[in-house]
């Protein structure tokens, strides 16, 4: 008799991907994969990726589990409004991402006609509404409720601002016929930072509403439970990883950086407290759990604003080309984005993409510590994150996965002389997630944490480790 | 004591200005204010000058109290009140405070200097603190009265 099992499934943008665990031991017994079909019919890809998985493994197993994540139909939509760009708006934005959404417009101050139509435009899942601390301004909130109110907008409202008018702008949303919830102000005091509450609203909401707003639960006969979103549940997996649980010790404060086609995305699990002597923190606070996106850093749909951001000479040297060949390069990307590096000069380049959209990427995700010459004298100002300390990064992705000089590429985040004040981690390990499991252990996390943390490390190798060309194509499952 | 509720609803924003470390007077202060019963908003040293304005914006704050000691306040409070003005907050309350200016200066002078600047008090070194709130008192009960909004 075997073990129990479980099914963790994530509708991607591109591809329909299956993971199936050992819930014994906490092994991985088999991927599968099939087609995104969410935009004709869900269930198409999803029998696809269950029959290629029922090929591997001879049979099915009984799943005690399946549960899913989903970042297909454009993902989780979010605008986020808040006040001042810095403040209430940054709150919001930080909340948003630590969700997985993915952020199509943020909007500070009032909210302008012009600003009302780019939202209709977008198309968003949710909108969260920020703005003033508790018992502080409250005249932008509700105009901003008037004006969104007066819209055809169908989408669930999730108000996070200032607590003495959230019954107000409750009613003003609710009376126009919105789907309304009220939870904790993102910033109930100047500078500090309450992202949880907004962070598991957007979750209820997502699973409420989102899944059946985009058709995915017409693959319900599939799976138990759909979550998540994607990034969320990687998000999960890296608290798990950090945190460790009654059982199994963590890693402690760690980095995770997921390369994809259309964007780079870097968590981080550390409060980021100044590692050194007297260093005086500056700005916001941020979250403990923090993730960031960057949308003008992915490997295909923006190829060329890497090597924009990184400098085309550090590119052709990374790469071990020249400018012009890069070029080249871009340009047969740009004819198709679905294309996958075969030549070894495509290779060399696209590691060189990799490592320096890892490099930008985890830059912006960190803080920076800058000397401040006073009357007193010198003093140091840390603003965001100190990560300088972090001993673990985990990188996925398939250009990481899949490269050929993964450790080149991961090498992008570590701390260099050439920025001094990127506080980026200086002496971590590295690690690969080499089965592409992450999204999956995430899921597992809340219902069986031993066993999703097992899963996770046994697809962690060290980034000097790879499998070698033979066994890496056996493992070849294709990130979305 | 219970606080007059006058000043329960209002909020002051305190700070000390530009590349400034001498946070403890700026601290003494706040504690004071906040005894006092007004809801304070703690920016601490090191804080620019647009900062305060975001701060003011977002809690809906009635008066902003700069501290400076450092001798370069004249520098970092150039422009203050305008950039309150363009921030929409041309009725905010402006103290300021401290070691504003460097050397013997006569405090007629650096006073009027920093009036001219849109502050709406300027205070010396060795100002206690309850001459400050008695002040704050003053200047919003004229404003409730409409008295310090007259030609606008």
Redesign the interface.
Known sequence: MSNPAALLIDFGSTYTKLRAVDLGDGTLLGAGQGPSTVTSDITLGMQTALDNLEERLGALPDFKYRLASSSAAGGLKMVTVG??K???AEAARLAALGAGARLVDTFSYTLTKRDIDSVTANEPDIILLAG??D????DVILHNAEMLAATELTCPFIVAGNRSVVDDVEIILRDAGKDVRVTDNV?P??GSLETEPARAAIRNVFIERIVHAKGLDRAHDFFDQLLMPTPAAVLEAAKLLSEGTQDREGFGPLLLVDIGGATTDVYSVADGEPTEGRI?Q?GLPEPYLKRTVEGDLGMRHNAGAIVETAGRNVVARHAGTTEDEIEALLEEISRDIDHLPGGANERAFDAALARSAIQIAVTRHAGTVEI?????GP?A?QRGKDLSRVKTVIGTGGALVYGDTPASILSGCLYSGDEPASLRPRDPKQLLDKNYVLYAAGLLAEAEPEVAFDFALESLVPVNGMPGKEEEHELRITSG | MTPPPERVKR?LVTGVIG???HIVGNRILSMALEDAGY?V?T?G??TPAEDFI??A?????DGIMVSSL???GELDCRGFRDLCVEAGLQDILLYVGGNLVVGKQDWGDVEQRFLKMGFDRAFPPGTRANEVIQLLDEDFSKRNSGVGAAGQ
């Open positions: 006040l001042v810095e403040l209430t003033g601390t018992g502080g301004n409250s910033m005091a100047l005086l500056q401040v010459h006073t009357v007193n003093v100002a | 909020t590349s400034d470390t809801h908003v920016l040293a090191l975001k701060a914006i977002e809690t809906a704050a450092y001798g370069q």
